[in-house]
């Protein structure tokens, strides 16, 4: 079992910047990947970003390229993801959450494999 526990969500004004933080209980390999969803109630969840825990292969949504990155230590067994230029719209709750595939993890932004889950921390954007 992996267990994520995900930090940072606050409150801030549009073109503020939050990072997030995303503990995860032990070290995950080249099988899995970890990564970043929102949602919003009464709308399906959204992939935001994700990458192969021990390699370089990250995926971003398009409504948040050049304005997010997602980066990992995977020594510390973290994931983090900086947001700049936050917008109203980025308002949401985010979550945390990995995934394991048999060989090696090609990162994606559906979230049907994803089956490790944080309990969300909200991100609120006023304008």
């Known amino acids: 079992q992996v267990q994520l526990v995900e930090s940072g969500g606050g409150s801030v004004q549009a073109g503020g910047s939050l990072r997030l933080s995303c503990t995860y209980s032990?070290?995950?390999?080249?099988?899995?990947?970890v990564g970043w969803f929102r949602q919003v109630p009464g709308h399906n969840r959204e992939g935001v970003a994700t990458?192969?825990?021990?390699?370089?292969?990250?995926v971003y949504a398009d409504s948040v390229k050049g304005r997010f990155t997602i980066s990992h230590d995977n020594a510390q067994n973290m994931v983090y993801l900086q947001m700049n230029s936050l917008e109203s719209e980025d308002s949401a709750m985010y979550y945390c959450?990995?995934?394991?595939?048999?060989?090696?993890?090609?990162?994606?932004?559906?979230?049907?494999?994803?089956?490790?889950w944080g309990q969300g921390t909200q991100v609120t954007v006023s304008s």
């Open positions: 990458i192969n825990s021990a390699t370089d292969a990250p």
């Open positions: 032990r070290y995950l390999d080249s099988r899995y990947c």
């Open positions: 959450a990995a995934k394991m595939d048999r060989v090696y993890c090609v990162p994606d932004l559906s979230d049907l494999r994803f089956s490790y």
